[in-house]
């Protein structure tokens, strides 16, 4: 049974990294072929080997025709072409707990009716209703679950940036059942509330998470981590400040940060010693209830059903899935007396989860959660001698547990997210018990105690989470709180992952202290680079925005930093840094900030925060935000030079004078920046020339036409309407231009004359809308990466 899970688990993984769908009549082959193996396994082969081989290998199969078929299913229900952008009139249940930000509120909406003519919604939409100051209708009114809507919306496609390192987002809405994404057209009598609340089961639950979220928000209002104790009580993440999670995650502790299989297990382990104490007593009465029933299958039974209940209020996040699927096993092992061995309940769970939620291996903490309890297993199963008793006893198996999922995940963490955090032994040794056993059970008794008792138990819960996030404040300050490198290549994966193993193997196993040379390929390995003379520029798909990292063989350097989403939200936390972390980069020579549009300065602050920049260059004026925050300043000037290994770095834009006539725009003052490399007579060139507009190229052509050359060109503006004049155009002469845009933003970029005017010149257009994040490299040639055909997956565009 666990080859045949471990295959299946396989088979839906192989499928999830597939660029299309297999046709119908495939996936019934597999599951025939399948069907024979298994056949075969069980009759005819008597060698265990190859039994145990046939048996993962029909696994796969059906692992692969299960997840393809589920996957038609979810993809099946679209939005048409024709109805995005256009109001529709919808009627349906808000079946989410609604995330409110500055502007409004998010939900997903049930769609139950089409009331416009013509026109298909998918039956479940995510909804933004952004505040409308002139009406009291929308958030207002107060959206919660299980109400039913009338709503004019305006939607679209699934769609989200695709970056290396990158959350996929649309993988996400998929996983979700969500199949088109827009917002509620504000004002009106179209957007009405027709029923408070529908009932249902679903409904009931989301209701109950907004009820305790309410009740925690108000008791502690204004209070810092208000949003930790929603986590731990619902499971809701939303609420925890960004800069809080960058504490976490360098501490090492953001597992404990929502709804853990660790709180999970303690909920049901309580529930069930109170339930077998009282079933022991017969609940005082003298009706002798053991004698009906062991007090050993009430308590699994009360534990498992503490579990459901406490995972249902998670949110049903996967970590909560795997511990509750364990219990559950464990539980009916006992009612049917047939207790199995913890790596059949394991194999079990992961059956479970991926048989439910195909989807769920394409995040990191599927692989987490399985992989720390793997390693538990690993560590301490089937170890001989005496278990350790008492206190002293108890210390010393969670030190142990400690040692063996730390040592056990760095591999996987580096394989995942590029670092490791280095102070995460001391900091989860202090996190643990104080997040599981104290601050844990007073959020949960605070959130359901009626006053004056919730008020002060979620006043003391919130009081340790701020003396934790004190202590782990200061360990994250530590230079040395991470460490950085390169995700690792496979053979790296596997050759560490192996020395991890080893250092686990029992006391007494020869040499166990060799299993860390082991590491020494994951952890000391460098980023790799461009050689000399020749650059490599990726441009990044941040939506409606310029970002571009430049790299030499010895430097590197951003050019812009893309938007700001929303608030603690930016292109720089979530799409550059991961990216950058994933290469191991740690470090930046330069960042150029073209001009103060937020378009464009978005991610510069958290970008400074994280990482040692040598110098920035910009537009802006010495009192920005961004400016300061630099560790040099210096301004954009038309004529400087510089030359990092063998490739030519000038900027052509803006001229000293700029800077004093107040009435220049923020785009006519763009650092334009042209790059050239490769050495010789095959030197090619990149231009990036931010968002100058007419004016300014005109400019330029008349005062350096022998200088604009360039193999590359970012497009001026993103395409519009007053930048990319024909005479720009054939100043600079490129065969490749790169529109870096918004999907369906609002501004039309890139404009249609514009994009056309680029074809009829013969240039080769890339557009990260539709490409993902572009690489370019520069030597001899121009070589070029589209991240979305590369890196193709079957949900892309559907």
């Known amino acids: 049974m666990r080859c045949l899970i471990l295959g299946f688990a396989a088979g839906i993984l192989v499928l999830q990294n597939a660029a299309t769908l297999p046709p119908s009549w495939l996936q019934l082959c597999c599951a025939a072929a399948a069907l024979a193996l298994l056949v075969a396994a069980g009759r005819a082969i008597r060698t265990p080997a190859i039994r145990h081989s046939a048996t993962a290998a029909a696994g796969l199969l059906l692992g692969y025709a299960w997840a393809a078929l589920l996957a038609q299913l979810a993809l099946a229900p679209a939005l048409a072409t024709a109805d995005e952008g256009r109001d529709l009139q919808v ?10 930000f500055e502007q409004g509120i998010r939900f997903n909406l049930k769609v139950e009716q089409t009331l416009t003519p013509g026109a298909a ?30 709503l004019r919306v305006r939607l679209q496609r699934p769609h989200g940036n695709a970056n290396p390192g990158g959350f996929d987002y649309e993988a996400w809405l998929l996983e979700q059942g969500v199949r088109a994404t827009g917002y509620v057209q504000a004002g009106g009598a179209d957007n009405r509330r027709l029923d408070d609340m529908v009932p249902g089961i679903g409904t009931a639950i989301e209701r109950s998470r907004a009820f305790l979220r309410d009740r925690i928000l108000h008791a502690l209002a204004g209070r810092d981590y208000a949003g930790v104790i929603v986590a731990l009580v619902i499971g809701d993440q939303r609420g925890i400040e960004q800069s809080d999670w960058q504490v976490f995650n360098r501490t090492g502790i953001g597992h ?49 059903i503490a579990a459901l209940l406490y995972v249902l209020l998670a949110g049903f996040g996967v970590p909560a899935q795997r511990t509750l699927y364990m219990l559950a096993v464990v539980a009916l092992a006992l009612w049917t007396g047939r207790l199995s061995a913890v790596t059949h309940v394991l194999c079990a ?11 769920a291996v394409l995040w990191p903490g599927f692989w987490l959660s399985f992989g720390a309890v793997a390693m538990i297993l690993f560590a301490s199963h089937g170890r001989l001698g005496p278990d350790p008793r008492g206190l002293r006893g108890a210390l010393l198996l969670a030190g142990r547990t400690q040692w063996a999922v730390t040592l056990g995940l760095v591999p996987l963490t580096m394989l995942l997210f590029g670092q490791v955090s280095l102070v995460s032994p001391l900091a989860n040794a202090v996190a643990i018990p104080l997040v599981s ?3 844990t059970p007073l959020a949960l008794a605070g959130s359901l105690l009626p006053e004056p008792l919730c008020g002060w138990l979620l006043g003391i819960a919130h009081a340790a989470v701020a003396a934790l996030a004190w202590l782990l ?32 193997m029992p006391r007494g196993w020869p040499q166990r202290w060799a299993g860390a040379v082991a590491w020494l390929p994951l952890l000391l390995q460098a980023p790799d680079h461009p050689p000399d003379g020749g650059v490599r520029v990726t441009a990044f798909d941040v939506g409606q925005g310029m970002a571009l990292l430049v790299e030499t063989a010895g430097h590197r350097l951003l050019y812009d930093t893309g938007p700001g989403y929303a608030p603690g939200a930016d292109a720089g936390s979530r799409v550059l840094l991961p990216y950058l972390r994933m290469r191991g980069i740690g470090a930046l020579d330069g960042m150029v900030i073209s001009h103060g549009d937020v378009d464009h300065t978005g991610g510069a602050l958290a970008l400074l925060a994280e990482l040692k920049v040598g110098w920035l260059a910009s537009s802006l004026d010495a009192a920005h935000p961004i400016a300061r925050a630099a560790p040099r300043h210096l301004h954009c000037i038309a004529g400087q030079r510089w030359e990092w290994d063998g490739v030519g770095f000038e900027m052509l834009h803006p001229a000293p004078a700029s800077y004093t006539d107040p009435g220049l725009k923020a785009n006519a003052r763009s650092c334009v920046l042209r790059i050239s490399g490769g050495g010789g007579s095959g030197r090619r060139s990149v231009l990036l020339a931010g968002d100058i507009e007419a004016a300014q190229e005109a400019a330029l052509v008349a005062g350096a036409p022998g200088q604009l050359q360039a193999d590359v060109l970012l497009a001026p503006h993103h395409g519009s309407g007053t930048s990319s004049t024909p005479a720009f155009l054939r100043a600079v002469r490129p065969s490749v231009g790169i529109f870096q845009v918004g999907w369906r933003n609002r501004y039309r970029h890139p404009r249609k004359d514009v994009y056309e005017r680029y074809g009829a010149l013969g240039i080769e257009r890339l557009r ?10 520069a030597g001899d040639a121009v070589a070029l990466e589209r991240y979305r055909v590369v890196h193709k997956r079957y949900w892309y565009g559907r």
């Open 121 to 150: 919604v998918p039956p479940r939409v995510a909804l933004s209703w952004y505040a409308d100051k002139d009406s009291d209708a929308g958030p207002a009114a107060g959206v919660q679950p299980g109400q039913r809507w009338q």
């Open 91 to 100: 009627v349906g249940i808000v079946d989410s707990l609604p995330a409110r």
């Open 256 to 304: 404990l940060i929502s709804i853990s299989g660790l709180h999970i297990t303690m909920i049901a382990g309580l529930v069930a010693l109170g339930a077998s104490a009282l079933w022991r007593r017969s609940f005082f009465t003298g009706a002798q209830l053991p004698l009906l029933l062991p007090a050993q299958k009430v308590a699994a039974l009360t534990g498992a």
């Open 437 to 439: 056993f104290v601050v």
């Open 473 to 504: 404040g200061h360990l994250a300050a530590l230079p040395a709180a991470v460490w950085r490198a390169p995700a690792p290549q496979a053979w790296v994966f596997v050759l560490a992952l192996g020395g991890t193993l080893w250092m686990l």
């Open 349 to 359: 769970a992961l059956g479970v989860v991926v048989l439910f939620d195909p989807w």
């Open 768 to 777: 990260t809308d539709l490409d993902g994040a572009l690489t370019l490299e």
